[in-house]
């Protein structure tokens, strides 16, 4: 056992969406490589979940935060 991590993660190249339940506080974030699966994604999660678009990661900086909600 092991003292837990005190930094956050490093985030990846690509293009993020956080889904979660309707009603919830948190979600998770899931990575898509170019904006035409990201939206792909959108549309598969829209109806059963909450979606919201964090945008594009380089060299784990927001490139563009849009922060729309589906």
Same mark, same amino acid.
């Given at each position: ?17 956080? +889904? ?7 979600? #998770?974030? =899931?990575?898509?490589?170019? @904006?035409? *699966?990201?939206?792909?994604? +959108? ?7 909450? #979606?919201? =678009?964090?945008?594009?990661? @380089?060299? *784990? ?10």
């Amino acid at each position: 056992m092991g003292r837990p991590p005190t930094r956050p993660a490093k985030l990846r190249d690509g293009f993020y969406i956080e +889904v979660r339940n309707k009603g919830a506080k948190s979600g #998770i974030k =899931i990575r898509r490589d170019n @904006k035409s *699966d990201m939206m792909e994604a +959108v549309d598969e999660y829209r109806l059963v979940k909450e #979606i919201m =678009i964090l945008g594009e990661s @380089k060299n *784990d900086k927001w490139v563009e935060k849009p922060k729309q909600a589906f």
